[in-house]
C-alpha cells in the first residue's frame, strides 16, 4: 500500500514555472512507477508524464515535453514535477500516481492515487 499526497498546486501567469510535489507514505516506495495525470473541467484525466521504479526511465506527453521534467528522490520518498514555460491549457487538477515497477500511460493501470492539487495559469 502507498498513500500519496501531492502539494505545490497554485496561481501562476503564463510563462511562468512550478515545481509540485507528491510524498508518498508505505513500504517499498522505490519499487513504485510514478506517474502524474491532470483533469480539466470536463475533460478525461489525461496523462503527463512517468518515471520507472528505478527513475532512469522516464516518458511525458507530447504537450509538456521540453517543459516539464519528472524525478524522484527516494530517499525522501519525494516525486516532483517541475513545470516551466506554463500556459493557460496546462490549468487543471493534477495528480499522483503509483505502480508496481513499470509505467504506463494509462490512468486504469495505476493503483494508488493522491486527492489532486490544483494549477490555474492566467494568461
Known amino acids: 500500500q502507498v498513500q500519496l499526497a501531492e502539494s505545490g498546486g497554485t496561481l501562476v501567469q503564463a510563462g511562468g514555472s512550478l515545481r509540485l510535489s507528491c510524498a508518498a507514505r508505505?513500504?517499498?516506495?522505490?519499487?513504485?512507477?510514478m506517474a502524474w495525470f491532470r483533469q480539466a473541467p470536463g475533460k478525461d484525466r489525461d496523462f503527463v508524464a512517468a518515471?520507472?521504479?528505478?527513475?532512469?526511465?522516464?516518458n511525458y506527453a507530447d504537450s509538456v515535453k521540453g517543459r516539464f521534467t519528472i524525478s524522484r528522490d527516494d530517499v525522501r520518498n519525494v516525486v516532483y514535477l517541475q513545470m516551466n514555460s506554463l500556459k493557460a491549457e496546462d490549468t487543471a487538477v493534477y495528480y499522483c500516481?503509483?505502480?508496481?515497477?513499470?509505467?504506463?500511460?494509462?490512468?486504469?493501470?495505476?493503483?494508488?492515487w493522491g486527492q489532486g492539487t490544483q494549477v490555474t495559469v492566467s494568461s
Open positions: 500516481a503509483a505502480r508496481e515497477f513499470r509505467a504506463t500511460m494509462s490512468p486504469s493501470d495505476f493503483r494508488f
Open positions: 508505505g513500504r517499498d516506495f522505490s519499487s513504485y512507477a
Open positions: 518515471a520507472n521504479w528505478n527513475g532512469l526511465n522516464t
